[in-house]
């Protein structure tokens, strides 16, 4: 058996960037043989890619990108395991790439965005090949894009909220409604864009809560108006105050600046996606057969 030196391990991590105890082990599989623990190592990433491909992936990062003329823009989400891994250069880079090939080739779904060309093969084979190297799985989750003849500005929040706004006026406009909709997650810039759902929904407690009160028909119906008329004011972009200066709204700021909006998205990592809780106690007893 060949002694595997910490040389030769440094040596065929600099080559496949794989683990360090991966790289050991395959070494140690291969008898010291360096091609032979390469192959071995492309093996084992790609299964450890399909193993991964079971696990939840609630973290990640949102990535924006804008073209040079600013007519074109992106937002995608990608998600992982952990926040670790969305601290990660190569996912960084990844996450931001695939913004910018959004925003260029136009694909019509996540499924036509993985079959894309990109670096060596295609998004999907970059894809499943980062899996290998990092360990955890990750998933391209959903973009959206934005082509206009107006303007496109962006706010990125800690990575994990991103906005992209289709704009008319000045840039710094475009940048104070970026920032505005990352804090205050609005659903729709007016009323007729949130969806007719989710005002039944609060219509439904509305009306509940009102027909307790015990008052008379025509009060009840009132009520119940008020709620939703409020309910729309809180989450349409035009009704909100705005949170540079909440004396006004934003529809006020916007006509104060002789601007506008047309359209917005806005992305918040992992929002809908059911976290898996672990119990690390009841994990290590399962392992050890405890």
Do not use: W
Request: charged content about 30%; proline content about 2%.
């Amino acid at each position: 058996m060949a002694a595997i030196t910490a040389a030769m391990v440094k040596e065929l991590r600099e080559k496949t960037d794989a683990p360090m105890m991966e790289c050991k082990k395959a070494l140690t599989e291969a008898d010291g043989d360096m091609a032979r623990a390469e192959e071995i190592l492309r093996v084992k990433l790609g299964s450890k890619a399909s193993k991964a491909a079971s696990r939840v992936t609630a973290e990640g990062l949102v990535g924006l990108y804008i073209a040079e003329d600013g007519k074109t823009g992106a937002v995608v989400e990608i998600n992982c395991e952990t926040d670790f891994v969305a601290k990660n250069d190569d996912f960084i880079n990844f996450v931001n790439q695939m913004a910018e090939l959004v925003a260029k080739e136009n694909p019509a779904n996540v499924e036509a965005l993985s079959a894309l060309p990109f670096a060596e093969g295609t998004v999907e084979s970059t894809r499943s090949a980062l899996i290998g190297k990092i360990g955890e799985n990750m998933s391209i989750r959903r973009f959206q894009r934005i082509a206009t003849e107006n303007l496109l500005s962006s706010y990125i929040h800690g990575g994990r909220i991103g906005v992209l706004v289709e704009f008319s006026g000045d840039q710094e406009v475009g940048k104070d409604l970026a920032m505005h909709i990352a804090a205050t997650k609005p659903k729709a810039i007016d009323a007729t864009g949130v969806p007719a759902e989710e005002i039944e929904k609060e219509r439904s407690v509305a009306e509940q809560k009102a027909s307790e009160s015990g008052k008379p028909a025509e009060i009840v119906t009132k009520m119940v108006e008020g709620s939703i008329a409020k309910f729309l004011k809180e989450v349409t972009l035009l009704t909100q105050p705005f949170v540079k200066n909440d004396k006004q709204t934003v529809e006020q700021m916007l006509k104060e600046n002789k601007a506008s909006i047309s359209s917005f998205a806005i992305f918040v990592v992992g929002e809908g996606i059911e976290k898996q809780v672990s119990d690390f106690a009841s994990e290590v007893a399962a392992a050890t057969g405890n």
